[in-house]
C-alpha cells in the first residue's frame, strides 16, 4: 500500500515536538527520537517545501533594469499577475491570500512546513510581513528592540523595520547584518507603499524575484510558479541584499560594492544571475 510520506512527515511534526521531547525525556529511546525529529524536519525542507509569494505593482515600485532586459534580450512567454496568483492559489489550495488596494498580492502556505524553517505571517500597523527560517540570535534582539520573551522572527524583524523607517539616518546594513542566521522575509508597509525585501547572508533560505506580463514584480521561493509567469524576467534573489522600493537592489553586507548582473545563457532556467563586485577581493 502506498503511503503518503508528506502526509505523514506533516502529521507527526504537528504534535507539539516540545511537548513530546520532555514527556519522553526518560525514555531510553530519547536520543533515537531526536534523530528522527531532526530527519523529518530536514526531509520537509528538502523534499515538501511550502510556499509563499508576494505581488507587487509598478504603480509602487521598479523592478530591476537587469531583468527587464533579461525578457527583452530572450523573449519567452509570460503571463499577467493575477494569473501568477491563481496559479498559486490553485497549486496550493490551502493558502491564505489577500489582496492590498490591487497594490500588493500576498499569498502563503503553512503546508508541509518544517519547523526547523517555519513560515511566519504578521500584519501590525498596516505592515504586513511574511518571514521564513529562523533568527539564532533572537533573544538578544528582542532586548535590543524591547520586545517580550514570547515574541517570534516575524514580530522582531517588522520592529526593526520600524526602527529602520522612524529612526532615520538608521542604516540599513546595520540593521540587517544584526539578524543571524537562516532566513528571507518580505514586508509591505501599507502606510508609506514600501516593499522591503532580504534574504540572509548565505542563502539558506533561497528567493526568487521575476517580471510578470503586465510589469509586476514578484517574490516567491516558488520558482516553478515564477518562471512559469515571468518568462526569462527571472533571477535567484542575491544573498546578503535587500531590495526596497527607495534604493533596489543593494548588498548589506558590502554596502559599498556595486550589484551586477550577469546574463544567463540560452538554455539556463534563469534570465540573469546577481553579482556583488569585489574591487578589492585580490588585493
Do not use: W
Not at 170 to 184: E, I, N, V
Not at 261 to 273: I, W
Amino acid at each position: 500500500m502506498a503511503i503518503d510520506m508528506s502526509k505523514a512527515v506533516h502529521k507527526f511534526l504537528n504534535v507539539q515536538p516540545i511537548n513530546f521531547f520532555i514527556s519522553q525525556k526518560k525514555n531510553p529511546f530519547f536520543s533515537l527520537y531526536i534523530i528522527i525529529f531532526i530527519f523529518l524536519n530536514l526531509y520537509c525542507v528538502f523534499s515538501f517545501p511550502g510556499k509563499m509569494l508576494a505581488i507587487f505593482s509598478n504603480a509602487i515600485i521598479r523592478a530591476p533594469e537587469e531583468l527587464i532586459h533579461a525578457g527583452i534580450r530572450t523573449p519567452t512567454p509570460k503571463k499577467p499577475a493575477l494569473d501568477l496568483l491563481h496559479a498559486f492559489l490553485t497549486t496550493f489550495p490551502s493558502s491564505v491570500s489577500m489582496s492590498i488596494n490591487s497594490l500588493a498580492y500576498i499569498s502563503y502556505t503553512h503546508d508541509n512546513e518544517s519547523s526547523l524553517h517555519p513560515r511566519l505571517f504578521a500584519v501590525k500597523d498596516e505592515i504586513f510581513c511574511m518571514f521564513e527560517g529562523s533568527l539564532e540570535n533572537l533573544t538578544s534582539l528582542r532586548q535590543q528592540y524591547g520586545l517580550g520573551k514570547k515574541e517570534n522572527e516575524v514580530v522582531l524583524v517588522m520592529e526593526a523595520y520600524r526602527a529602520l523607517r522612524d529612526r532615520a539616518p538608521y542604516p540599513t546594513s546595520s540593521m540587517l547584518g544584526h539578524l543571524s542566521g537562516g532566513f528571507s522575509f518580505i514586508i509591505f508597509d501599507k502606510t508609506t507603499s514600501t516593499v522591503f525585501v532580504a534574504s540572509d547572508q548565505d542563502g539558506r533560505v533561497p528567493l526568487f524575484l521575476g517580471i510578470t506580463s503586465d510589469g509586476y514584480l514578484a517574490f516567491s521561493n516558488d520558482s516553478e510558479r515564477l518562471r512559469g509567469a515571468c518568462g526569462k524576467s527571472l533571477a535567484s534573489f542575491p544573498s546578503g541584499c535587500f531590495f526596497s522600493s527607495s534604493t533596489g537592489l543593494k548588498s548589506y553586507e558590502h554596502p559599498k560594492n556595486k550589484i551586477t548582473a550577469v546574463p544567463a545563457m540560452e538554455e539556463d532556467v534563469l534570465g540573469a544571475t546577481f553579482k556583488i563586485e569585489r574591487p578589492n577581493a585580490n588585493c
